[in-house]
């Protein structure tokens, strides 16, 4: 069945420094990928997303990266911050409406 | 701003009760989810809904059914509580296919 892969599942940084994480999806016909960012308590919220037709697209400290050959992409977040400490999930989008999403990474950032 | 509202943060059951879980969303959207959130499982799909009256099955279905008799209204419904169906249970809705989905608050449900 349709799978997406998350690495890694957790994640620790120091302030400033780059995170970057990746996941892989299994089924090709997948076209829109969002991320979620979910604080201690809190709902996942987006914070960017790509669509098939598009490899890469940026906001401001974030950016997100699409290789359809390979079936992966990638979170890039810059000059990390302590609030930026969360879990992050990523998710491919099948068919239509299903979502399947990533099992998470839980990022840290060390002032 | 979207609001997609959960009408319970926390809930305690017991073992062979029915629990209904409700979701109310205020933008219209077309579509509705209901996911459960486990530790190192990320988010599974329950069920999900494109319309009134309409419903397809996600990743793990058994155990549960879901009611959308209304747009703005999405019920999960746990036919016979077990104790496996102790997790966070996650709201969300969509405006359609390909546009991101917006969450509520989740209602974190104990069977004991």
């Keep these: 069945g349709e799978n997406v892969e998350q690495h890694p599942s957790t994640l620790s940084v120091q302030e400033g420094d780059s995170a970057v994480i990746k996941c892989t999806y299994s089924d090709s016909a997948s076209n829109y990928f ?3 960012k979910q604080e201690l308590g809190k709902r996942p919220q987006l914070i960017i997303d790509i669509r098939s037709n598009v490899g890469e697209k940026k906001d401001q400290r974030i950016a997100v990266t699409l290789n359809k050959t390979a079936k992966h992409f990638s979170l890039h977040i810059t000059e990390t911050q302590p609030e930026d400490s969360a879990v992050y999930f990523c998710a491919g989008q099948v068919a239509g409406f299903k979502t399947i999403f990533g099992a998470g990474t839980r990022l840290f950032v060390k002032a | 701003d979207v609001k997609v509202t959960q009408s319970s943060r926390y809930l305690v059951k017991r073992t062979g009760e029915k629990v209904f879980l409700e979701c109310v969303q205020d933008m219209d959207h077309e579509n ?12 599974r799909l329950i069920y999900f809904s494109y319309d009134v009256k309409m419903k397809e099955k996600g990743d793990i279905p058994e155990g549960y059914s879901v009611s959308r008799e209304k747009k703005e209204r999405f019920s999960l419904i ?4 077990s104790t496996n169906q102790t997790s966070m249970y996650l709201c ?9 989905q917006h969450f509520g608050d989740g209602t974190r ?4």
């Design chain 1, 34 to 36: 969002p991320w979620y």
């Design chain 2, 92 to 100: 969300a809705s969509s405006t359609h296919s390909n546009q991101p």
């Design chain 2, 109 to 112: 449900l104990s069977i004991l």
């Design chain 2, 32 to 43: 509705m989810f209901w996911y459960r959130q486990d530790p190192g499982l990320g988010l």
């Design chain 2, 78 to 81: 746990l036919e016979s509580a």
